[in-house]
């Protein structure tokens, strides 16, 4: 299976998680900032996220999900859009998403369900970008 890194288009791979990684900073910053503080129970407050961690930490997680991605659409001969639609539900929903409102599902965060919404709903959409551009530029 390692051997399939040599098989991957690395610019394909750099543009679909830049795009992925994008997607995040306005999805959390402008689309659905008020929803997502709310999620959080932070509705009254002024979200700091000014730490290195906030935007390395999504960056390095986006740009996993990213390669990983890569190898299986690769491995799975996934070769046309509608594959990679496929592919994307699968992955998106199977994985992203439900990993996503299992973590939200603690007592820490107020609103789980709104958050697992929320996030889950960026990483559906967010594999479903990387997906496409993946088999775009094969």
Request: net charge neutral; hydrophobic share 55%.
């Amino acid at each position: 299976m390692i051997n399939l890194f040599s098989a991957i288009n690395w610019i394909s791979v750099l543009i679909a998680f830049v795009a992925y990684f994008l997607l995040g900073a306005l999805w959390f910053t402008l689309l659905f900032k008020k929803q997502y503080a709310n999620s959080l129970g932070k509705e009254n407050d002024t979200l700091q996220n000014s730490s290195p961690i906030f935007f390395i930490g999504p960056a390095v997680c986006s740009l996993v999900i990213t390669i990983t991605s890569a190898i299986l659409i690769d491995a799975s001969g996934v070769d046309s859009y509608g594959k990679a639609i496929e592919f994307a539900f699968i992955i998106g929903i199977g994985y992203l998403f439900t990993n996503t409102v299992n973590i939200a599902i603690n007592p820490n965060i107020p609103k789980p369900i709104l958050y697992g919404i929320i996030s889950g709903i960026f990483h559906l959409i967010g594999i479903l970008i990387v997906s496409v551009v993946i088999v775009a530029m094969r």
